[in-house]
């Protein structure tokens, strides 16, 4: 297997076990709905989750580059990355 479908692997694995969570593609979805991104406070509303719990998740898809957070003082807008579901979307129609 040449090197580039070893590193296309990982990364697929990657972004896969990012949306491993049903919250998280909620929380996915959701924000591809929203052109202005949401606040923490505003998926909250939307999941029967904790704050904190969302926290995790919304940490989780950044890691993965699915989302990118835009500090907002005293809040953070999450938005979907546009690079990041792409390369989700490629990976998965590569196998």
Do not use: N, W
């Not at 950044?62 to 809040?75: D, E, I, Y």
């Amino acid at each position: 297997m040449p090197i580039s479908s070893v590193d296309a692997g990982i990364r697929l694995a990657e972004l896969c076990k990012a949306l491993g969570h049903p919250a998280r593609v909620t929380i996915l979805r959701f924000l591809r709905t929203r052109r202005s991104g949401a606040t923490c406070g505003e998926i909250v509303e939307r999941l029967p989750l904790a704050q904190a719990t969302v926290s995790q998740h919304l940490a989780v898809m950044t890691r993965a580059g699915l989302l990118r957070p835009q500090p907002a003082t005293p809040r953070v807008i999450y938005h979907v990355e546009p690079a990041g579901v792409e390369a989700l979307q490629r990976e998965v129609t590569a196998l």
